[in-house]
């Protein structure tokens, strides 16, 4: 059974940064994508940072120049650098890993933005 294991939440104030990690029990070198999605309360899951097939890069609009994702593939983790926080940046944030037929989901890890 593949693991995916995130850490890197907290509580930060507006302004502040964080990086978020996923580190995954099977390697990355048949990976098809790599993604990290945001679940804030009473909200749809919704992505947030994609690597998608050819090493592209996709940002929502909202943390575009702001946000950073990126992966070890030597130590099978994907990150999130995340700078200059907003609260509504304040939800669990969970990484996706799809290989071809599989599809792995962290267990999610809460980033909190307040004052």
């Known amino acids: 059974q593949v693991q995916l294991v995130e850490s890197g939440g907290g509580v930060v104030q507006p302004g502040g940064s964080l990086r978020l990690s996923c580190a995954a029990t099977?390697?990355?070198?048949?990976?098809?994508?790599e993604a990290w999605y945001r679940q804030a309360p009473g909200r749809v899951r919704e992505l947030v940072a994609a690597i998608t097939p050819g090493d592209n890069i996709n940002y929502a609009d909202a943390v575009k120049g702001r946000f950073t994702i990126s992966r070890d593939i030597a130590k099978n983790t994907l990150y999130l650098q995340m700078s200059a926080l907003k609260p509504e940046n304040t939800a669990v944030y969970f990484c996706?890993?799809?290989?071809?037929?599989?599809?792995?989901w962290g267990q999610g890890t809460q980033v909190t933005v307040s004052s």
């Open positions: 099977r390697n990355m070198f048949d990976i098809y994508s």
């Open positions: 996706d890993f799809r290989y071809v037929p599989d599809d792995y």
